[in-house]
């Protein structure tokens, strides 16, 4: 069984600049989360997807979007780069997106984002 | 808003010294509550869900309590492997089971 994993692990962007983060959920899952970690910060929600829809959005602007596909894996992209949106994005699947177990998430290691 | 606060935000034991960790939430009619350990650099690591007032889960050196208004993690004789940071998260209002995290409690356990 594989878990979350997430590339890339790290990465330099200049204030303007787009970029693409992907993920690849836990074999089985078919619900991916994604979420927005700045340091000494707990994650903040930004988007779920289940089945290729997304399914709940947090108070992050239009610029921040996602995709899901078949295979369940998806992808987070930011428009127009923006200094304080350096931080750690994290991608996380479960198990279904009803019920408590929609709560019971299985992150990656994350994708360190620097933008100058 | 739904909000959730952690308190101490940073706690330093020595090995073998028992504490507990405090997260207190305001939602409108709890649905539940989750706690998740995230090691420096890596992605938060799911420990437990409670469900309701009253209940309580154990892991090793690591027990989750949960009242009305806050639920603690007791930690037991604790060891330097134990030191993370700690996440307590409960759903988001609206229906969904979607976690809103609080800012953590860093614990760091000396030898």
């Known amino acids: 069984e594989t878990g979350v994993t997430q590339s890339p692990t790290h990465l330099i962007k200049t204030r303007g600049q787009q970029v693409t983060l992907r993920c690849s959920s836990q074999?089985?899952?078919?619900?991916v989360s994604w979420y927005q970690q700045a340091l000494g910060q707990g994650p903040q929600f930004i988007f779920q997807y289940y089945r290729e829809e997304e399914n709940g959005r947090g108070n992050f602007p239009p610029r921040f979007s996602g995709l899901q596909f078949p295979n369940y894996s998806s992808e987070l992209n930011v428009n127009a780069l923006e200094l304080d949106d350096s931080a750690l994005y994290l991608c996380?699947?479960?198990?279904?997106?009803?019920?408590?177990?929609?709560?019971?998430?299985?992150f990656g290691e994350g994708s360190r984002l620097t933008v100058l | 808003e739904d909000q959730v606060t952690q308190s101490p935000e940073a706690l330093r034991l020595q090995e073998g010294e028992s504490s507990s960790l405090n997260c207190s939430y305001t939602?409108?009619?709890?649905?539940?509550l989750f706690w998740y350990r995230q090691d420096p650099g890596k992605g938060p690591e799911f420990l437990f869900t409670l469900y309701s007032a009253g209940e309580e889960k154990e892991k090793e050196r690591l027990k989750a309590t949960l009242t009305k208004k806050e639920s603690f993690l007791h930690i037991t004789a604790p060891k330097p492997e134990d030191s993370a940071t700690y996440l307590c998260a409960v759903p988001r209002s609206g229906g969904s089971y979607i976690p809103t995290f609080g800012r953590g409690t860093s614990l760091i356990v000396h030898p």
């Open positions: 939602v409108s009619g709890l649905r539940g």
């Open positions: 074999s089985g899952h078919n619900t």
């Open positions: 996380a699947s479960s198990l279904g997106s009803i019920g408590i177990a929609a709560g019971e998430l299985f």
